[in-house]
């Protein structure tokens, strides 16, 4: 009988993303190495800055050995949830309404180099009809 296994949204493994508390995501299982992080050949950093995405390519293109991955599996704490959306609604909607606000000062702001040219041209014409 298969043993069942936890699932974790991307962001839960993001939020342990410190040498206290350290979760990756590769190949869609999420694995606690923060017992791992002081004895990592590469160091903690690099383990560090690969939380809070899939960090799969990161871990294949550093060419782990094949113990290396049965280590690995000693850590893993889980699965990733793929039915969980990756960005949450929230996170979402604040992205739109920054996008929104950009647009609107965007709009706002376009009279200023207008203005500025209108009156050079202005001056310029008046300054030339003097002579």
């Not at 606690?32 to 002081?38: E, W």
């Not at 690995?72 to 996008?99: H, R, W, Y």
Request: charged share 25%; net charge negative.
């Amino acid at each position: 009988m298969p043993t069942l296994s936890k699932l974790y949204t991307m962001q839960e493994a993001s939020e342990h993303n410190t040498k206290e508390d350290c979760w990756v995501v590769i190949d869609g299982k999420v694995y606690d190495v923060t017992a791992y992080l002081d004895e990592h050949p590469g160091g903690d950093d690099v383990v560090i800055a690969a939380t809070g995405k899939d960090a799969t390519d990161d871990f294949e293109d550093a060419g782990h050995s094949k113990s290396a991955k049965e280590l690995m599996e000693t850590f893993c704490i889980g699965e990733l949830d793929t039915s969980a959306p990756a960005v949450s609604e929230v996170e979402i909607s604040s992205k739109k309404q920054n996008a929104q606000k950009l647009m609107d000062l965007t709009k706002q702001y376009w009279v200023v180099p207008v203005a500025v040219v209108g009156i050079s041209v202005l001056v310029g014409f008046l300054y030339l009809r003097k002579k």
